[in-house]
């Protein structure tokens, strides 16, 4: 656990070999808890670091997902049973998926499955499932523009940060002037806990991401938390934000001049990879959220046009227009 502000507090895990890294937010008169992880770190890690912190947890005022991912929704059950009376909430436009694992996997994980042959399997589908918890309702969803209260002078806002997700959500602290920014931003990658890119970025709808990095360029803050890079402080914000969205730029690039010819998305994601970064190429395939966001933009666009090829199984590929 890492005291940002006074009551402002990093309560510290693991994902992956990638770093998790949940805000904990405690007022004088509620406290909030951003994301939950997955189905067993409200034991491992949240619940003893928020009392570490010096917090009640079975006191905790509000749950927030910021967005539908494993490590983020996946503990919700368990993180309810430490604090039930918690108001637990998330994006309107997430709130369908964010009920539990199987509605995770329908909706986010498992959409690339029929055209395209994409799907976590094995091993790592076990994982996954094991790490996925029962389901929980979610009691309240936001669009953006909320406050609340937590302290007599102490007031933040939701800000809707969509790119990542539909209805990924941030908390504004302007007391702090801090944004606590879940997964709104990338970079050009997800490090590791021992160095070194773990993951590739993961946006999925591209203008939405842009105008999210526009966005938070734009704020009056002096310090940013992201869920799994280091803390940005002063220019560092800007320059994080700079990465980002040239990470978007080069992959529309390359991903245009790949398509001078037909391929798949598979093809795609095996291929650029290599171009794109050095996470370990055993994940190359996560780039899927990415080029399928590139690829829808460019067929709207009319750059990109898309068929159906049926190669012993149906897949649908991609070429310049």
């Given at each position: ?97 964010c009920q539990g694992i199987d509605t995770l996997m ?216």
């Amino acid at each position: 656990m890492k005291q940002l502000f006074e009551g402002v507090h990093i309560l510290e895990g693991e994902i992956g070999g990638r770093p998790l890294q949940l805000i904990y937010l405690q007022g004088a008169t509620a406290s909030l808890l951003m994301d939950t992880g997955c189905a067993h770190d409200p034991a491992k890690f949240i619940a003893p670091q928020i009392a570490e912190a010096g917090g009640e947890v079975s006191s905790l005022t509000w749950i927030l997902n910021t967005h539908p991912d494993l490590d983020h929704i996946c503990g919700n059950h368990e993180m309810k049973r430490f604090a039930p009376h918690a108001i637990l909430g998330c994006g309107d436009a997430d709130r369908h998926i964010c009920q539990g694992i199987d509605t995770l996997m329908q909706y986010r994980y498992d959409v690339y499955k029929n055209d395209h042959g994409i799907a976590y399997e094995g091993d790592t589908l076990e994982w996954i499932r094991a790490e996925g918890g029962k389901p929980e309702a979610i009691d309240v969803t936001f669009r953006g523009g909320e406050h609340i209260r937590l302290g007599p002078e102490w007031e933040v806002e939701l800000l809707a940060v969509p790119g990542h997700a539909e209805g990924h959500l941030a908390v504004y602290d302007p007391l702090h002037q801090a944004l606590y920014g879940g997964d709104a931003i990338h970079g050009s990658g997800n490090p590791g806990r021992a160095g070194g890119v773990k993951l590739c970025p993961t946006y999925e709808n591209v203008d939405e991401y842009l105008g999210t990095i526009d966005r938070i360029e734009g704020l009056p803050i002096t310090t940013y938390v992201g869920c799994h890079w280091p803390v940005k402080r002063g220019a560092e914000i800007a320059e994080f934000c700079r990465e980002s969205r040239d990470f978007v730029q080069t992959t529309e690039r390359v991903l245009l001049d790949r398509l001078t010819r037909p391929h798949t998305l598979r093809e795609l994601c095996t291929i650029l990879g290599r171009e794109l970064g050095e996470w370990p190429r055993e994940t190359d395939l996560e780039l899927v959220y990415v080029l399928n966001g590139h690829l829808r933009r460019m067929c709207e666009r009319g750059m990109v046009s898309s068929q159906m090829r049926n190669n012993g199984r149906p897949v649908r590929e991609f070429v310049r227009s």
